[in-house]
């Protein structure tokens, strides 16, 4: 069912926020180091690719 799919979708890219906060918990809330942290952007970047393709 259709509903049952959107809400698929929807806890999928719940849990890609929550792993962006994760990470962000992880590294830190500054910009300076997300700047430059290649790793760190690498993780936020693959989370939000994730959502987008959901």
């Known amino acids: ?3 049952d799919r959107d809400f698929g979708l929807i806890v999928r890219m719940i849990d890609h ?3 962006i906060l994760e990470i ?3 590294f830190g809330n500054s ?3 997300f700047s430059k942290d290649t ?3 690498d993780a936020v970047n693959m ?3 994730q ?3 959901d």
């Open 1 to 3: 069912m259709k509903g």
């Open 17 to 19: 926020c929550n792993r």
């Open 24 to 26: 962000k918990e992880r």
């Open 31 to 33: 910009f300076d180091v």
């Open 39 to 41: 790793a760190y952007q």
């Open 47 to 49: 989370n939000l690719f």
């Open 51 to 53: 959502i987008g393709a």
